[in-house]
């Protein structure tokens, strides 16, 4: 059994992500796959509608997936979601979408403990409520449960708004959160069709044959001339509807007519509509899309197809390599490559903790295979978001998450093919789950694959010293978590005999090496871009500090180790607080929402980087406690391997 326990991990493994790769099926006649797959322009990037669904999703309730607590699924998918929002939005006005967690901003909305609570019928159900396996209280609400709110809603967002960010209560974010997730909602409800009217299509083919009398009719009222009148209403009507869903929505879903790259050509349906009172005739792209609004809500799943098939054959005359990687970008959102990397490393981590317990080759080897197919999975998911943007692999905080976590996961594997002790697995495990979930809260602001600011626009530069630095920061990282696996075995467990004492010392200087070359050079090479844009090489701007930070810190560590003032204890806790520096640099300093490097402000983070920090401080304090203070406490339960945990410790008490 222990011989075959890593062949059936990797099995198992792989048989996940296998299933995770298996494209999409349609759930039911109509083809909802083939519409998350046409191209939209938002933002200067063409990507498809799933994207949207996707991202929107994101920022309105925190997750992808749409669901009651009590009623379970109420969407296939998010581009089924964004179907029902802009072709039958007084359904899905009824599902739960809007994410509330404030106390005050509940109490705001007329919600109490009492119709918070959730009631299940199930005594299963009720007990996992307690457990807190479901959810116990409804966070979620309907925007046909805030549509009698919305006038307070506003009015606080317009107090709070004024208000500097870093200076405004946890209830004023929350409050302009929430009318910003209500702005964008109606944006998407605006973005094809005209939200109030049942029937578009019909209007649409009507107003086409009433526009050049209606145009008319128009200009013999301007003249005083006679009209009718009650054409002139309706011209005046509907153009008051284009009106609103130009001005309403940023996504631009109506292409050029002819292959024209210039990206300044896509217009938004509503201002492609408003172009038919000079041109007498409907775009055909917003026909398209109320001729799927027509087939949506009469169910008539054979025309949707039908139409979505012909509107797709005439965009791929024209648009063929934009339409390729809007769908490889469709596919790339259905696996979720990121997600199951997460899975992944958490199984991996605590395999990695039981190999030190038990079966130490066998679950060591399991680990390291579930390290290396997360490692690979993720690898493929940068491989492909750099294909899909055209762009080195780091262009945001988002993206440097991911970095990050794979640039510390792969010096782990080499680690553990070296030292086989499960230690390098450990510690890509709980690295590459932090990050990837670090990513994964990032994620909550937007699409991830943005355009960049101007004077980040430079593959070279963010090929050569966002990378280099990225590194760095992968490589302080690991240092310190290694560290953090040293003082936690040796205090709390009695697996840490000399042998990997030894082996973790060696593995923590080797990467602090690396991080000092690493940090140094890409802080250098940061140096030279800011010379290059600003006319400067040093400014003392914050990020900047951070930078020189990192370099200073790990310099510190490897001088006091070579002037023999540190010893193994020592070296770790330095490199534990190498985690609290590196986090500073990376996330702090955006907070302080200052400087020319501030491009990834984050105000929601703080919490979470002060909590890090402390923890890391519990940890460097439990390091230096003396061992001999430990072994009072613990009694008399040391034994031997305690013993030798404390021969190792007396021998590098500094």
Same mark, same amino acid.
């Given at each position: ?470 590194? !760095?920061?992968? =490589?302080? $990282?690991?240092?310190?978590? @290694? %560290?953090? +696996?040293? /003082?936690?075995?040796?205090?709390? #467990? ?112 703080? !919490?979470?980087? =002060?909590? $890090?920090?402390?923890?890391? @401080? %519990?940890? +460097?304090? /439990?390091?230096?406690?003396?061992? #001999? ?26």
């Amino acid at each position: 059994m222990k011989k075959l326990l890593p062949i059936l991990a990797l099995v198992a493994a792989l048989g996940f992500v296998a299933r995770t790769l298996i494209p999409a099926q349609n759930p039911g006649d109509f083809n909802i796959k083939g519409f998350g797959e046409l191209p939209v322009l938002v933002n200067g990037r063409i990507k498809p509608l799933d994207t949207v669904a996707r991202t929107s999703l994101l920022q309105l309730q925190e997750r992808q997936r749409v669901s009651s607590p009590l009623t379970g699924e109420l969407v296939s998918s998010p581009s089924e979601w964004l179907i029902e929002v802009v072709f039958r939005p007084e359904k899905a006005d009824t599902f739960p979408t809007f994410a509330i967690n404030n106390p005050d901003l509940l109490a705001l909305i007329g919600k109490t403990e009492d119709n918070l609570k959730i009631t299940y019928d199930s005594t299963a159900l009720k007990v996992l409520s307690v457990a807190g396996f479901v959810p116990s209280r409804h966070r979620r609400f309907s925007l046909q449960e805030l549509t009698p709110h919305i006038k307070v809603i506003q009015d606080q967002a317009r107090l709070a708004d004024p208000i500097e960010s870093a200076l405004r209560t946890p209830f004023q974010r929350s409050v302009l959160q929430l009318y910003s997730s209500l702005v964008h909602y109606q944006r998407l409800r605006h973005a094809l069709v005209a939200p109030n009217r049942t029937d578009f299509l019909g209007d649409l083919l009507k107003f086409q044959d009433q526009v050049g009398p209606g145009v008319a009719a128009f200009l013999a009222k301007q003249r005083g001339e006679p009209h009718d009148e009650t054409l002139v209403a309706a011209i005046a009507e509907i153009g008051d509807q284009f009106m609103i869903m130009a001005e309403s929505t940023n996504l631009l879903v109506v292409p050029p007519a002819t292959d024209n790259p210039d990206l300044t050509a896509w217009k938004p349906a509503g201002a492609a509509l408003l172009e038919t009172f000079r041109s007498g005739r409907v775009d055909a792209s917003a026909l398209a899309y109320a001729g799927f609004a027509h087939a949506w809500r009469n169910n008539q799943p054979e025309q949707f197809n039908k139409l979505l098939q012909l509107f797709n054959a005439d965009l791929e005359k024209r648009f063929a390599p934009q339409l390729s990687k809007v769908k490889a970008e469709t596919r790339f959102n259905a696996a979720q490559p990121f997600y199951t990397s997460m899975t992944l490393y958490a199984f991996a981590f605590f395999l990695a903790i039981f190999a030190w317990l038990v079966w130490p080759v066998a679950l060591g080897k399991s680990a390291f295979w579930l390290v290396a197919i997360a490692w690979t999975l993720s690898t493929i998911g940068i491989a492909a978001r750099m294909w899909i943007e055209g762009r080195p692999p780091v262009t945001n905080l988002y993206s440097s998450a991911l970095f990050v976590g794979w640039g510390s996961a792969g010096l782990c594997l080499i680690l553990e093919a070296i030292y086989k002790n499960a230690v390098g697995s450990a510690a890509a495990g709980v690295i590459g789950f932090m990050t990837l979930i670090v990513a994964h809260h990032l994620s909550l602001s937007g699409d991830t694959m943005e355009m960049m600011r101007a004077v980040l626009d430079s593959n070279f530069w963010l090929a050569t010293h966002v990378i280099v630095v990225t590194a !760095g920061y992968s =490589a302080t $990282f690991l240092a310190g978590f @290694l %560290a953090t +696996i040293y /003082i936690l075995r040796g205090v709390f #467990t009695r697996t840490l005999d000399k042998g990997t004492a030894d082996s973790l010392s060696r593995m923590v200087y080797g990467i602090v090496c690396f991080a000092t070359l690493f940090s140094f050079t890409g802080t250098v090479l940061g140096g030279i871009w800011a010379d290059q844009s600003w006319g400067r090489f040093w400014g003392w701007d914050p990020k900047e500090n951070g930078a020189l930070m990192i370099v200073m810190w790990n310099v510190i560590i490897l001088h006091a180790r070579w002037g023999g003032m540190i010893k193994q204890r020592g070296l770790m806790t330095l490199a534990i607080g190498g985690n609290i520096i590196t986090a500073w640099s990376w996330f702090g300093t955006n907070m302080l929402g200052v400087g020319l490097h501030s491009y990834g402000f984050t105000e929601g983070a703080f !919490g979470a980087l =002060a909590s $890090f920090a402390l923890t890391q @401080l %519990a940890i +460097i304090g /439990i390091g230096l406690v003396p061992l #001999t203070a430990w072994r009072s406490f613990k009694g008399s339960s040391a034994g031997p391997a305690a013993k030798t945990k404390r021969e190792v410790a007396t021998a590098s008490s500094r």
